[in-house]
């Protein structure tokens, strides 16, 4: 089966310092990673998504993630955090074969709070 | 441009009763989606169109859930005898088309509340 997980429920950054949310991922097949942001009452945005090629892709707002194929990882990072990184992130994966569907599985999702 | 817009954004409901949930995709995107967030959850999936038709609706989780897309454009969530653990956000997703590679745009959802 398909699935994701994001082991933190919370993350807690001073603002300026480095972040990182973890996301790992369990796929029959090569995957498709995204990541998406939700801020408080709006749906969800996209940040970035990692198909195939290099393996550190860049998205919105200045954030970025790694592919780790051997360690199953797609951690979301950034190198200074700001007070307005605030809010619920969450991964997700589609899978490209093997019953492959257009539907994303999420992960359960982390929040990040950055302290100014 | 426009995004993916949902109506109502919200609704309360009593138990047993039955809603509809609209989702306008953004313009000429060909693939719409329904995701169901339940608190402190990830979005599930429900189902998937392809145009006017359903091309997976694996997610669905009983048969009081149903929906359509009769000009392959707006899209129409019902749900029928609605009970207690129905309440969640319901999200409605497009992307341009069917490729696996698309990112989804998501609207900013309907949360429903059933008493």
């Known amino acids: 089966a398909q699935s994701v997980a994001q082991p933190e429920d919370q993350v807690n950054v001073a603002e300026g310092n480095p972040l990182t949310v973890k996301c790992t991922y369990s796929v029959s097949g090569n995957p498709y990673l995204f990541w998406y942001v939700q801020y408080p009452n709006r749906g969800l945005q996209f940040l970035l998504k990692?198909?195939?090629?290099?393996?550190l892709v860049k998205g919105s707002y200045g954030f970025e993630a790694e592919f780790n194929k051997s360690q199953t990882s797609f951690h979301l990072k950034k190198p200074s955090a700001l007070v307005s990184d605030s809010a619920l992130y969450f991964c997700a994966v589609r899978a490209i074969w093997g019953g492959a569907t257009n539907k994303l599985i999420f992960g359960t999702g982390t929040l990040l709070a950055v302290q100014p | 441009g426009a995004g993916v817009s949902q109506t109502p954004s919200n609704k309360v409901t009593e138990k047993g009763k039955y809603v509809e949930l609209r989702c306008d995709p953004i313009?000429?995107?060909?693939?719409l989606y329904w995701y169901r967030q339940s608190l402190g959850q990830g979005p599930e999936f429900l189902i998937y169109?392809?145009?006017?038709?359903?091309?997976?609706d694996s997610g669905l989780p009983n048969d009081r859930f149903f929906a359509v897309r009769p000009e392959g454009s707006v899209s129409t969530l019902k749900i029928q005898r609605t009970e207690r653990g129905d309440s969640a956000v319901y999200l409605c997703?497009?992307?341009?088309?069917?490729?696996?590679?698309?990112?989804?745009?998501f609207g900013p959802g309907t949360r429903l509340t059933v008493l």
């Open positions: 313009s000429g995107h060909t693939a």
């Open positions: 990692y198909i195939t090629g290099d393996n």
């Open positions: 997703a497009s992307s341009p088309t069917s490729g696996v590679y698309n990112e989804q745009f």
């Open positions: 169109f392809q145009g006017t038709g359903a091309a997976d």
